[in-house]
């Protein structure tokens, strides 16, 4: 039985009527760029996460380096970034004059600790990238408390939740990304910033429109960087879906520890309650597992095999620097299948797939 490495269509299709209603409307309506679906979104997804403020951009990337400026982060300044994550988190910081300085994550959470983050401060440091890899919810209480502002890149952890709070409710700003394979997905790009600082929402607003708030005066040199309304209006038919899905995600992570993975592979280890975006495991032969699954028909992705740190684009940021559970996380992960409606049977095949390939643990 093939088992597809993530499902976005069988999560939607039921709500393909009502999606198919609302853009008939936005269209026989005519406001295309910040009108009534943008404004309505922004207030339902900051209250979903539990933030004072969203504003909508144009995707998860802009999202970053408009919460970055907004945050005041700009030339002469540094920003930490944890290397082991998708190359758009640390791309975004240069973008605003600002230099990436790359940090290490724990292998077994895939995420930043306050350690890792402590050992990259500088009297330079301005803000600390936290991404919330795969879903998990990274410790952002312990690094504020090391005296730096944090910007949560949820890109990845929509749905997630720990006991502070939901990811885009716990540092100063945080960003998401609506990709159309994210936990909550467009059907394009898009993208949110969510703060509870008046005074970051009100910047990132003129930010997203030419740095204006009335497109006559222009106070900054800005972006054009806006939620459209027609991907509003599919996010806003999908969001009050999102707790379920993000349920279906944990059932799929509690499937395959039932079915036995866990004797097989390292599982990921969960932070805070993870609506798991991707499901990655890590393995010594990861390579050859992939080959395994692959010829079973199970999908399978390493993501982050060269981590950021080592691309070409960054060779200027990242002076010889050891990161050694990021060289271990990108050696040995490997995504799984993961998606809201991942069963039991489906969990049993992978692991049986898994087994198969008798490549030890
Ligand atoms: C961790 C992370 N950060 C940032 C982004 C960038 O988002 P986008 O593709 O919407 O620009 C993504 C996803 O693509 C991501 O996974």
């Given at each position: 039985?093939?088992?597809?490495?993530?499902?976005?269509?069988?999560?939607?299709?039921?709500?393909?009527?009502?999606?198919?209603?609302?853009?008939?409307?936005?269209?026989?309506?005519?406001r295309?760029?910040l009108?009534?679906?943008?404004?309505?979104?922004?207030?339902?997804?900051?209250?979903y996460?539990?933030?004072?403020?969203?504003?909508?951009?144009?995707?998860?990337?802009?999202?970053?380096?408009?919460?970055?400026?907004?945050?005041?982060?700009?030339?002469?300044?540094?920003?930490?970034?944890?290397?082991?994550?998708?190359?758009?988190?640390?791309?975004?910081?240069?973008?605003?004059g600002?230099?990436?300085?790359?940090?290490d994550?724990?292998?077994?959470?895939?995420?930043?600790?306050?350690e890792?983050?402590?050992?990259?401060?500088?009297?330079?440091?301005?803000?600390?990238i936290?991404?919330?890899?795969?879903?998990?919810?990274?410790p952002?209480?312990?690094i504020?408390?090391?005296?730096?502002?944090?910007?949560?890149?949820a890109?990845?952890?929509?749905?997630?939740?720990?006991?502070?709070?939901?990811?885009?409710?716990?540092?100063?700003?945080?960003?998401?990304?609506f990709?159309?394979?994210?936990?909550?997905?467009?059907?394009?790009?898009?993208?949110?910033?969510?703060?509870?600082?008046?005074?970051?929402?009100?910047?990132?607003?003129?930010?997203?429109?030419?740095?204006?708030?009335?497109?006559?005066?222009?106070?900054?040199?800005?972006?054009?960087?806006?939620?459209d309304?027609?991907?509003?209006?599919?996010?806003?038919?999908?969001?009050?879906?999102?707790?379920?899905?993000?349920?279906?995600?944990?059932?799929g992570g509690?499937?395959?520890?039932?079915?036995g993975?866990?004797?097989?592979?390292?599982?990921?280890?969960?932070?805070?309650?993870?609506?798991?975006?991707?499901?990655?495991i890590?393995?010594?032969?990861?390579?050859?597992?992939?080959?395994?699954?692959?010829?079973?028909?199970?999908?399978?992705?390493?993501?982050?095999?060269?981590?950021?740190?080592?691309?070409?684009?960054?060779?200027?940021?990242?002076?010889?620097?050891?990161?050694p559970?990021?060289?271990?996380?990108?050696?040995?992960?490997?995504?799984?299948?993961?998606?809201?409606?991942l069963?039991?049977?489906?969990?049993?095949?992978?692991?049986s797939?898994?087994?198969d390939?008798g490549?030890?643990?």
């Open positions: 039985m093939p088992v597809p490495l993530f499902d976005t269509s069988t999560p939607i299709a039921p709500l393909r009527g009502a999606i198919d209603a609302k853009l008939a409307e936005v269209i026989d309506g005519s295309f760029i009108g009534p679906e943008v404004s309505a979104f922004e207030s339902e997804f900051a209250a996460v539990g933030a004072e403020h969203a504003i909508g951009v144009a995707n998860g990337t802009d999202a970053i380096t408009l919460a970055l400026r907004a945050m005041g982060v700009g030339p002469g300044d540094e920003v930490v970034v944890p290397s082991f994550t998708f190359y758009a988190s640390a791309e975004a910081i240069p973008l605003t600002a230099r990436p300085v790359f940090c994550v724990d292998p077994e959470t895939f995420c930043v600790t306050a890792t983050v402590k050992a990259a401060l500088t009297p330079r440091t301005k803000a600390v936290v991404v919330h890899l795969f879903g998990n919810v990274a952002v209480a312990e504020e408390a090391l005296g730096v502002p944090v910007l949560e890149d890109a990845q952890a929509a749905g997630s939740r720990s006991p502070e709070g939901r990811p885009g409710s716990l540092g100063t700003a945080a960003t998401f990304s990709f159309p394979s994210k936990n909550l997905g467009a059907f394009g790009d898009g993208g949110a910033i969510t703060t509870r600082d008046g005074e970051v929402a009100e910047r990132v607003r003129m930010l997203r429109f030419h740095g204006s708030r009335d497109k006559q005066t222009f106070e900054l040199i800005g972006h054009n960087s806006r939620l309304e027609l991907q509003a209006a599919i996010l806003r038919v999908q969001l009050p879906h999102l707790e379920q899905w993000a349920d279906g995600r944990r059932q509690a499937n395959y520890e039932a079915a993975l866990g004797e097989l592979v390292d599982l990921p280890r969960a932070l805070g309650e993870p609506a798991w975006h991707l499901y990655v890590r393995h010594d032969r990861a390579d050859d597992l992939a080959e395994a699954l692959k010829a079973a028909g199970i999908g399978q992705k390493a993501y982050y095999r060269v981590p950021t740190h080592e691309q070409p684009a960054m060779r200027d940021y990242a002076p010889a620097v050891e990161l559970g990021t060289a271990e996380a990108a050696r040995t992960h490997l995504a799984i299948p993961m998606s809201p409606v069963s039991r049977e489906q969990a049993d095949e992978v692991v797939v898994v087994r390939a490549l030890g643990h």
